[in-house]
């Protein structure tokens, strides 16, 4: 049964929302990476083996990036409905449309069977992935922050990318004993096992989420949402839509310790596919302990501080990175990837969900994090394609890959600089002009100032 206030709005269950982000974003990132690991280690032989060896990777990580680019229209049209018909309802759908895509692409034939049709195939389930995953985040924060006491925003908001990243951790493992298999094993039936078991995953979390309630900020702002979000966003709310998107840029750092160092080091300097696995399991296990506590000390002092320093380490850190990947040593590699991913730019991943959220007024949050969100996500999903395409020769190669890493992450600094802190502004308050009271944390939702 359905704890409801005095005024019979749904009661706040900022822990059930936590755990229900988790989960949901558990399972849309596990989904979304398992593709891109599959991308660097197997798509090049199973949906593109008529093409060289080096065109093959770059068609497979373009396949990858494609995802990036359905995801602003899906945020648009999620972010619409999460808007106006809430919030719960939307990201049950984004976890079962992520589901079935995903377990879907582990049944296609591959090229040898069906010729061109099977990349086709590929591609559009990779497509209906990145639907998913346009509005799954988004909305995984809204609903955390408007579920969230006002002094835990940040620490409950963390634990939608800790889902993320756990997402990413349990799509690993799943990777490591299937890396393992022979090369005909991997490429007939091994590649699919992570793909199916998603469908386990899904169910789970799918009975945790459709049981939350929606979240009574939304319920108490619905009455006066416009018919259409996205004019009052983009008329009344495009900075912070512009510095969403400049801020999301940070996300290159992730898609280069999950795609493109995995390839860059297994085919580059021979480091085993099974250690890369391990590196990358034991760096996304760390980050489920320092994001929370990244959280914890957002809620104390401020999301600026925190995000701004993380944006500026990874600038500063991306140009050891990629020099230590190029040792081809797993216990140099290891250290580097556990304080570069794991502290540095966990600390800028775990405090953009309640940061991003707390920009925008209830009315437009769904669609401002969503749009700019997706906008910004877009640079990172093609990273490995650029990355390939601008990678020199030798063990230099990689600067031109750190200098462009390093500028997204300073731009994301830089607009992080431009917002206005928020970890003491009241949770109705969030986005509106500045009152009296805008300062001051409440602890129940008073009434909403007009935007």
């Keep these: ?21 988790f989960m949901g974003s558990l399972v849309e990132y596990y989904d979304f990476f398992i593709f891109g690991t599959a991308s660097a280690l197997v798509f090049n032989k199973v949906f593109f083996p008529e093409i060289s060896s080096g065109a093959g990777t770059l068609a497979a990580f373009a396949t990858f990036g494609v995802a990036y680019v359905a995801r602003p229209f899906g945020a648009v049209v999620l972010g619409h409905y999460g808007d106006r018909i809430g919030r719960q309802r939307v990201l049950v759908f984004t976890l079962v449309l992520m589901g079935v895509s995903t377990f879907l692409i ?63 951790l349990v799509g690993t493992l799943a990777f490591i004993p299937v890396a393992a298999l022979p090369e005909d094993d991997l490429l007939s039936w091994g590649w699919r ?40 966003l983009i008329r009344h709310h495009w900075r912070s839509l512009v510095r969403v998107i400049l801020c999301a840029t940070v996300s ?97 991943n775990a405090i953009w969900p309640s940061f991003y959220a707390e920009m925008f007024p209830a009315r437009v949050r769904y669609s401002g994090v969503a749009i700019g969100t997706q906008l910004g996500f877009m640079i990172s999903g093609f990273l490995p394609l650029i990355a390939s395409a ?9 600067i031109p890959i750190a200098i462009v890493v390093a500028a997204f992450s300073l731009a994301a600094a830089l607009a992080a600089g431009t917002a206005r802190e928020t970890h003491r502004t009241g949770t109705m308050d969030l986005g509106e002009k500045r009152s009296a009271t805008a300062s001051a944390p409440t602890t129940t939702p008073m009434t909403t100032v007009p935007a």
């Design 106 to 168: 582990g049944c296609l034939p591959d090229y040898a069977t069906i010729g061109i049709a099977a990349p086709i195939a590929l591609v559009a389930l990779r497509l209906l992935q990145g639907l998913s995953a346009s509005g799954e985040q988004s909305g995984a924060s809204s609903l955390t922050v408007e579920h969230s006491e006002d002094t835990k925003r940040a620490f409950y908001a963390s634990w939608t990318l800790n889902g993320t990243q756990a997402g990413l």
């Design 390 to 398: 601008i990678l020199g020769d030798g063990t230099l190669g990689w």
């Design 252 to 348: 290159v750092m992730s898609t280069l310790f999950s795609t493109f160092a995995l390839k860059y080091a297994t085919s580059d300097f021979e480091v085993s596919k099974s250690s890369m696995l391990l590196v990358s399991v034991l760096a996304n296990l760390t980050m489920l302990f320092t994001q929370p506590l990244w959280g914890m000390a957002a809620d104390r002092i401020g999301r600026k501080p925190i995000f701004i320093g993380g944006a500026v380490g990874c600038a500063v850190l991306a140009f050891p990175y990629l020099a230590i990947i190029t040792t081809g040593s797993f216990w140099a590699i290891l250290p580097a990837t556990l304080v570069i991913q794991s502290v540095v730019y966990a600390a800028a």
């Design 193 to 232: 096992v992570p793909f199916w078991f998603s469908a386990v995953v899904m169910i789970v979390a799918y009975l945790i989420r459709r049981s939350l309630p929606e979240t009574p900020v939304f319920e108490q702002v619905k009455d006066t949402v416009s018919d259409v979000p996205l004019v009052v």
């Design 1 to 21: 049964m359905t704890t409801t206030t005095t005024e019979g709005r749904p009661a706040s269950q900022p822990r059930k929302a936590a755990l229900a982000s």
